[in-house]
């Protein structure tokens, strides 16, 4: 079936330091991927996406693009704040549609000053 | 307009009870999705609806698990015989239908069987 694989955390940076979070997944077909952010306190959120191959997503300062070749989705950010402090997830969902997404274990992000 | 609600916000049971879980949807949304989130781990899904009906429940662990969604707006989720296995975050999720759109998640309901 299925899966996402993404890196352990928590992944502790200085703020305005470069930020990558490693996704990688196994599914059929064409799938369309995500990044979920969690704040504290708060509920899942989009923050971006990317339904075919070679689309890249951005929102916010983060992006990430859809390689077929690699099967991943990693996420970037050239500066990070002390308010991205978070936790990400990456997630998929099959062809064209979001009927169910199939989430990774989630990477959480602590930016200090 | 309002998000996703859930209630309770935090939910503590005895090992056997029954509970029920609430998701109000966004209005006018007609998808509705249940996820499970265990400590340390994403979310995991559990049930869709489109409308009234479950389209898609493979989720669900097992027969202890049933969810409704009668009037095609609010939803419950009821769990039977509560185990401490079942403790976890409860997440609901809606979207509008047509095409690829987003869905918005609650806060969840966060349950401890004891």
């Known amino acids: 079936g299925d899966s996402v694989t993404q890196m352990e955390g928590p992944v502790t940076l200085s703020e305005e330091a470069f930020l990558t979070i490693n996704c990688t997944y196994t599914a059929t077909g064409y799938p369309s991927l995500f990044w979920y952010v969690q704040y504290p306190g708060e509920g899942l959120q989009l923050l971006l996406k990317a339904t075919k191959a070679d689309d890249k997503g951005s929102n916010k300062g983060f992006e990430a693009t859809y390689r077929k070749e690699t099967t991943s989705f990693h996420l970037e950010k050239g500066s990070v704040q002390v308010s991205d402090s978070a936790v990400y997830f990456c997630a998929l969902s099959p062809t064209g549609t979001a009927s169910k997404l199939t989430f990774g274990t989630g990477t959480r992000l602590q930016v200090t000053l | 307009g309002a998000g996703v609600s859930q209630t309770p916000s935090n939910k503590v049971t005895e090992k056997g009870k029954y509970v029920e879980l609430r998701c109000d949807p966004i209005?006018?949304?007609?998808?509705l999705y249940w996820y499970r989130q265990s400590l340390g781990q994403g979310p995991e899904f559990l049930i869709y609806?489109?409308?009234?009906?479950?389209?898609?429940d493979s989720g669900l662990p097992n027969d202890r698990f049933f969810a409704v969604r009668p009037e095609g707006s609010v939803s419950t989720l009821k769990i039977q015989r509560t185990e401490r296995g079942d403790s976890a975050v409860y997440l609901c999720?809606?979207?509008?239908?047509?095409?690829?759109?987003?869905?918005?998640f609650g806060q969840g309901t966060r349950l401890t069987v004891v």
């Open positions: 999720a809606s979207r509008p239908t047509g095409g690829w759109t987003e869905a918005f």
């Open positions: 609806f489109q409308g009234t009906g479950a389209a898609d």
């Open positions: 209005s006018g949304h007609t998808a």
